[in-house]
């Protein structure tokens, strides 16, 4: 078992900063990768960022540039940096801690980026 928790969500002007971090405990040696998604009211869920227990990142088009994904070799903490907010931003977003065969997600946080 795996427990997420995401925080430092909030409402920010266009242009702006945030960061949003994602804290993991329990069985984390498990986890193979951290991966954000980000869901806007009426719209499906997508990828935002990765990074696996190997470091290695990978990232949607539309954040590439803006967006940086960090953590320890544990990812027992990861953080996502987002600068250069668009309102399109503007979605909850989700830390998922992927195990071989499971997924464990948090309860999400609000990012709402103002024009």
């Known amino acids: 078992q795996v427990q997420v928790v995401e925080s430092g969500g909030g409402l920010v002007q266009a242009g702006g900063s945030l960061r949003l971090s994602c804290t993991t405990s329990?069985?984390?040696?498990?986890?193979?990768?951290i991966e954000w998604y980000r869901q806007a009211a009426g719209r499906k869920r997508g990828l935002v960022a990765k990074?696996?227990?190997?470091?290695?990142?990978t990232y949607a088009d539309s954040v590439k540039g803006r967006f940086t994904i960090s953590g320890n070799n544990a990812l027992n903490t990861v953080y996502l940096q987002m600068n250069s907010l668009k309102p399109e931003d503007s979605a909850v977003y989700y830390c998922y801690a992927a195990l071989q065969w499971s997924y464990y997600r948090g309860q999400g946080t609000q990012v709402t980026v103002s024009s």
């Open positions: 990074i696996t227990n190997h470091g290695a990142t």
């Open positions: 329990g069985s984390t040696s498990s986890i193979n990768a």
